[in-house]
Structure formats: C-alpha cells, structure tokens
C-alpha cells in the first residue's frame, strides 16, 4: 500500500538559510499534519490542512510557513535557519470516511534537518 | 489542555519477559487514544488504537485498554522479542481540536537475547 512520502530525507543547511521540506500523502488523504522532533524529544505538532485550508496552528515559529496544493500534497518552508531547527520534521495525513475526519494519522518516514 | 504522561525509561528486558509501559492522560472533551513506535533511525509507525472507554486494541502480541475511569492506556506484552525494541509513545487526539495528536515523551525498550 502507497505511504506518506517525504522529501528529501536529508538536509544539510547553514544558518540563516532557508529550507523546503515536502510531504506527498497516500492517496486520497485530504488532510496533511506537520510534526517536529527534536534530538531525544517527543513528536511536537506544527500545522496542518484540511482540504487545502490550514486547519489549526500549532508551536510553528513565524519564520516558518506552509501550505497544501490542489493535488493535495503540502510544503513547509522554513527561513533563517537556526541550531535550534535541526529535527527529525514529520508528515502525517489522513482520510475522511463518509464526510468525518478519520482521527488515524499514518506517518512519513521524516526529514532530518540538520542546520550548521 | 491535552497532555500525556508515559514512563520514560528506557526500560530494559530481557528477551520473553512481560512489558508493561504505562501512560495517563488529561483531555478536554472525548479523545481518542494511540501507541506509536518508532524504530532505531525510522519514522512514527502505529502500533494500536481506541477511539473509546473499554475499548482495546492490539496488534503484534501488543495491547491496551481505553480505561476511562483511570485516564489511563497502558501498554502491554506477554513475551517480548528483541526485534520489539525500540522507543514507544502514547498520543491522543480530540476531535474539537482537530485530531492533531499530544504524544508524550516516548519509552526506550531494549530487549536483550
């Protein structure tokens, strides 16, 4: 059965650059969730898309911006990089059955961001 | 808010032992409850669900109960293998927040041979 793709799966940046992390859901996934862990830390919740609309906010810092496309996929794009940015970045989408968001969210395999 | 509580490790066992990782919570409104695994160098995998009081999932030997009363989903396995080890969160969502997930802050296990 098709994933969550994420790409790329690795990213070496400098700081104050700018980064482009992307998130293909499975296939008929309408809603997309953006995750990041840090070194040793639990999963935090980002941002996420409903439909192509952002559905809900979370700890995302202000240099940080996404979006979700028509065909469904979604971009996070992350400015003036700081240390405190390296993170495994995670992607996660789900499916609606009979018009009700499914609470299941199934995973990508994750970005490592690595910032210097 | 939402939050999770887990016991954080890491635990260590020895291969066929018994493995209880226990997690509580705190929600506004109905949540439902998962635990996900990660593997060494890997992404989030889900090992099992309840969307609701008393009930249990399972999959893979694994177990946990919705316990309501208790606000608690602790994980469970009767013999543990080494290809089991690895980090184990518990996570919630509520609907009124829009399914986004609360994990706590992850089990180590490591079963030794």
């Known amino acids: 059965a098709a994933g969550v793709i994420q790409s790329p799966r690795h990213l070496i940046k400098e700081k104050r650059e700018t980064a482009t992390l992307k998130c293909y859901p499975i296939p008929r996934h309408d809603t997309v969730y953006w995750y990041q862990q840090g070194p040793g830390q639990d999963p935090q919740f980002l941002i996420s898309f409903y439909e192509k609309m952002q559905s809900d906010k979370g700890s995302i810092p202000d240099r940080f911006s996404a979006q979700q496309f028509s065909d469904y996929h979604s971009e996070l794009n992350m400015s003036s990089l700081e240390l405190g940015d390296s993170a495994l970045y995670f992607c996660?989408?789900?499916?609606?059955?009979?018009?009700?968001?499914?609470?299941?969210?199934?995973f990508g395999p994750g970005t490592r961001l690595l910032v210097l | 808010g939402n939050s999770v509580t887990q016991m954080e490790g890491p635990v260590t066992l020895s291969e066929e032992a018994f493995l209880t990782i226990n997690c509580t919570y705190t929600?506004?409104?109905?949540?439902?409850l998962f635990w996900y695994v990660q593997y060494p160098g890997e992404g989030l995998q889900l090992l099992l669900k309840?969307?609701?009081?008393?009930d249990k999932g399972s999959n893979k030997g694994f177990e946990a109960t919705y316990r309501k009363e208790t606000t608690s989903f602790h994980l469970e396995k009767g013999s543990v293998q080494v290809s089991d080890s690895a980090v184990y969160f518990c996570?919630?969502?509520?609907?009124?927040?829009?399914?986004?997930?609360?994990f706590g802050k992850g089990t180590l296990l490591t079963v030794n041979p």
């Open positions: 996570a919630l969502s509520v609907r009124g927040s829009n399914y986004k997930l609360t």
């Open positions: 309840a969307t609701k009081a008393d």
């Open positions: 996660a989408s789900s499916s609606k059955k009979q018009g009700v968001v499914q609470e299941t969210q199934y």
């Open positions: 929600a506004t409104g109905y949540p439902s």
